[in-house]
């Protein structure tokens, strides 16, 4: 699946200030070497990434951070209020983590994809630990965050990440949306109390998830947060993605198949192992009001046999 993908930074480095398009970004004494970015729906590309002179995108974020020497521990601060902004592609970075939040005592920042816009971030292979929490996505057509490794070698993973405390919102279209949270060779990554609510591909409505682990995405965790109203199966492993565990988790009319569900598709029919579903119901109320198993081995292909053991099965917690 191919996307259209912004890119990211542009510009020399001279005696610790970027040369960029429209002249030289300078850094005041007091930001050299910080890791601390401030960005605002009113920022101005070309400042400095301070408190009082906020950066407005995330491609303004990797300048102030090249200009700044690149700091091993970045934060990204984002002041509350609306944003309207194309998708990014966050390329791998030399930073040990890099923390997206929003900024204290501002409000809630709210990322809008004005159903234009596929995904609001696609992240490239990388070993440095991304944590976003507090944010919201919502209107994306596609999805929200997609943790887009290339191959099962680690340098090729997007390994290590945590989303937490996030609010996905109506994402989805009349002709696509695949997931909010979507991983692709993808391994170690967290996902906790988070929101999902309103997840719609209205095309093809198996097709969209709250999370979504693709590709041989490995050793994953779900726990907790609010699934609502979503047309596909709430979480979804396919391609071989195996060791996945979801504990607790609230889920009101989710999915087509089930709540949890592996599936077989023919780009990759291995049966997969080691998924659980750590849960008590056996049962719960799809997209449309339909009884559906809270998990489920599946195969587009239903010629084949059953998967043994279980790509995917539930436990009591």
Known sequence: MRHAL??????????????????????????????????????????????????????????VLAARQNPPTVTVLFKGGAYKLPQYRWGN?????????????????????????????????????????????????????????????????????????????DMGGAESGYAAVHLNYARNTTITGNTFRNLVNRDCPGCMHAVYFANQSNNNTVSGGTFSKISGDAIRAADYSNGNKVRGGSYSRTGTKAVFSAWRLARDTRCAHGNVFYTTARFSKSYRGATIPTVLDGADDSSKPPCTPRAVVRKNP
């Open 6 to 63: 912004t890119t990211g930074v542009c510009g020399t480095l001279v005696a610790g200030a970027l040369v960029a398009a429209g002249g030289i970004l300078a850094v005041p004494a007091n930001a050299a070497g910080s890791g601390v970015v401030y960005v605002s729906p009113t920022g101005k590309s070309g400042n400095p990434g301070t408190q009082s002179k906020p950066v407005k995108t995330l491609a303004d974020v990797r300048k």
């Open 93 to 169: 970075w030399s930073a040990q983590s890099v923390t997206f939040k929003p900024q204290p005592g501002t409000g809630a920042p709210v990322f809008d994809g004005a159903k234009r816009q596929k995904y609001w971030l696609v992240v490239d292979p990388t070993r440095t630990k991304l944590t976003f929490t507090g944010l919201r996505l919502s209107r994306y057509t596609t999805g929200g965050i997609m943790l887009r490794g290339t191959g099962t070698a680690d340098s090729r993973r997007v390994i290590g990440a945590t989303i937490k405390g996030m609010k996905f919102t």
